[in-house]
């Protein structure tokens, strides 16, 4: 059965709705938990029932969102340490960390080491589209300063992530930048064109607006640019919400009719919710580490959880190793 | 009077939109249009009332918007090149154009030039936000690949422009990374936050949901982050609102919960409207343009008039040009 190290403190409300998604998702799927934390606060937190069916692994240390990811490898105590070096040692398959972002995925490198082949592992962000699916936008911040060889792998390790969790045949890649036409794009874009032409779904260039228009299954970006994307798109989303209800509180007949609306924001809380997928997947390491937001609540552990056991199921790392070989023999070659 | 010579022809849907605009334009402000296009398919759509105070410079070409902008400058004969020229020769002080974007850019960079000390022109986004004033991104698409030092050009020049346009006393201007910590960003951005360091308003670094926030009065970034943010936020935009529609339709309750909400939507498109600033300045040329969008209506070309009529009296130019040489002459002894 899979083994799924948690990070039960690393979020921003402790390990309360940590422990609570732990148990919704031990309601709904069978794996092995095993809670990292402080064992006297997670304890209390635990029906009697689910005392035998969760391990703790007690520490102390938590790193801080206000530390350094940089000071992460010296922290060897600390939960997210401890959860990759769970996986390191065969202990778990899995990691889930709705703490410090940056430490997580240095830690996961570090500790866990890249997959065969690959070069620089990439956070995957599963994007709400138009049409009810998920469209997968890597790198959204593992990576500055990307080169064209490393957004290529991007590209790869997107492909088979969508081949395999979410079931697409042959899904279509497209490479972020300015214009579809192949002359657009910088530097780094266009030598990564150059790479990818002929590769099996390579679509070319895409831009902004098909992130959320479901005509791409992958988006290649460097993360730098994933990560603005990632977060101006947060901000119009919020922006747009606010402005919505300070609409809406100056005017009583706006307030019936949002309450006669009710079902329709709720629909489109749940299509937008990042809550739904859980976390973002870092791709391209040996074992699989999902990074979840620091204010997630039981509901984004629980599913976090599920795409975790998913990605140790579907083998998608291995079908990466062989994917990549391939590309880098092509490259070889064609050098 | 200002004079403003305004590309008849460009648009999507031909000389109407941005007749009728230009007379809108007209009854609110005092400024001489002058319209380049098709004299015989302008002329039935001028009211006689109107022909005494609008001319026309007739010319047969138009640049489309599936032609190369790099053929625009052989294009000596197109409504934007024409439109160039008589700013160029005195006969006109800024160029309005719903056509070609790259075109009207490389024109506009090619024709009349740029202001003395500027490296490069920037094209600015003026953004909504919650706090309902508009933030300036900038660049959004007139530059790929720009260096740490045309960077630090955009924020002075668009720190110009908040103060004169927007009549802001200290904007604050803050360069577009992926944290907001002094050590985040990538090679380029590291190097513009050194330069711009000390700088008066410089606030560092700014992430993606602060565009919208309006926590910041100028955005900074390279015009291929800059263009892809500006369409990933346009994405999210129509997707939520595609969305709100296709749950609505879904029930008769929630049908009638929009009638009864029209008015908050009403006001939120007027909030998020690009017509409402008309477009997007080209700011460090000498002269003035305004890049319209190409489905601009009549509102949106009336806004951009009015920018152009106001970027002339304001003398934003000018105060670009001290600017630029005092960072360049800060530049230099640092150097």
């Given at each position: 059965?899979v083994?799924?190290a948690i990070d039960?403190?690393?979020?921003?409300f402790?390990?309360?709705?940590?422990v609570?998604?732990?148990i919704?998702?031990?309601?709904?799927?069978?794996?092995i938990?095993?809670?990292?934390?402080?064992k006297?606060?997670?304890l209390?937190?635990?029906?009697?029932?689910?005392?035998?069916?969760?391990?703790?692994v007690?520490?102390d240390?938590?790193?801080?969102?206000?530390?350094?990811?940089?000071?992460?490898?010296?922290?060897?105590?600390?939960?997210?340490?401890?959860?990759?070096?769970l996986?390191?040692?065969g202990e778990?398959?899995g990691?889930?960390s709705?703490?410090?972002s940056?430490?997580?995925?240095?830690?996961?490198?570090l500790r866990?080491?890249?997959?065969?082949g690959?070069?620089r592992?990439?956070?995957?962000?599963?994007m709400?589209?138009?049409?009810?699916?998920?469209?997968?936008?890597?790198?959204v911040?593992?990576n500055?300063d990307?080169?064209p060889?490393?957004?290529a792998?991007?590209?790869?390790?997107?492909?088979?992530?969508?081949?395999?969790?979410?079931d697409?045949?042959?899904?279509?890649?497209?490479?972020?930048?300015?214009?579809?036409?192949k002359?657009?794009?910088?530097?780094?874009?266009?030598?990564?064109?150059?790479?990818?032409?002929?590769?099996?779904?390579?679509?070319?260039?895409v831009?902004g607006?098909d992130?959320?228009n479901?005509?791409?299954d992958?988006?290649?970006?460097d993360?730098?640019?994933?990560?603005?994307v990632?977060?101006?798109?947060e901000?119009?989303?919020?922006?747009?919400?606010?402005?919505?209800?300070e609409?809406?509180r100056?005017?009583?007949?706006?307030?019936?009719?949002?309450?006669?609306?009710r079902?329709v924001?709720?629909l489109?809380k749940?299509?937008?919710?990042?809550?739904?997928?859980?976390?973002?997947p870092?791709?391209g390491?040996?074992?699989?580490?999902?990074v979840?937001?620091?204010?997630?609540?039981?509901k984004?552990?629980?599913?976090?959880?599920?795409?975790?056991?998913?990605?140790?199921?579907?083998?998608?790392?291995e079908?990466?190793?062989?994917?990549?070989?391939?590309?880098?023999?092509?490259?070889?070659?064609?050098?």
């Amino acid at each position: 059965m899979v083994k799924i190290a948690i990070d039960a403190m690393g979020g921003d409300f402790g390990p309360e709705p940590i422990v609570t998604g732990c148990i919704q998702a031990l309601k709904k799927k069978k794996f092995i938990p095993i809670l990292v934390g402080k064992k006297d606060e997670i304890l209390p937190l635990l029906p009697r029932r689910y005392r035998g069916k969760i391990s703790i692994v007690d520490t102390d240390d938590v790193i801080s969102m206000s530390d350094a990811a940089t000071d992460a490898v010296k922290r060897k105590d600390s939960t997210i340490y401890k959860a990759m070096d769970l996986v390191r040692d065969g202990e778990a398959d899995g990691v889930v960390s709705a703490g410090h972002s940056g430490a997580t995925m240095t830690l996961a490198t570090l500790r866990l080491g890249r997959l065969e082949g690959v070069s620089r592992p990439a956070l995957a962000a599963l994007m709400p589209t138009k049409n009810h699916r998920r469209s997968i936008l890597l790198d959204v911040g593992a990576n500055v300063d990307s080169k064209p060889e490393h957004l290529a792998q991007f590209a790869i390790m997107g492909g088979c992530y969508a081949e395999d969790m979410f079931d697409i045949d042959k899904p279509s890649i497209g490479l972020l930048a300015n214009g579809e036409e192949k002359s657009k794009g910088n530097e780094v874009t266009k030598a990564t064109y150059k790479i990818l032409e002929g590769y099996k779904g390579f679509a070319g260039n895409v831009e902004g607006g098909d992130i959320f228009n479901g005509s791409t299954d992958v988006i290649v970006c460097d993360g730098f640019v994933g990560n603005l994307v990632l977060k101006s798109s947060e901000g119009v989303a919020s922006t747009v919400s606010g402005l919505i209800k300070e609409y809406i509180r100056k005017s009583p007949v706006s307030i019936t009719g949002a309450l006669l609306m009710r079902k329709v924001f709720k629909l489109l809380k749940k299509q937008m919710d990042y809550e739904e997928v859980g976390g973002a997947p870092l791709i391209g390491i040996k074992g699989c580490a999902i990074v979840s937001h620091g204010k997630s609540g039981p509901k984004a552990i629980k599913n976090a959880i599920f795409q975790a056991i998913d990605y140790t199921e579907t083998g998608v790392n291995e079908h990466i190793i062989k994917r990549i070989a391939d590309l880098n023999e092509k490259q070889s070659t064609k050098g």
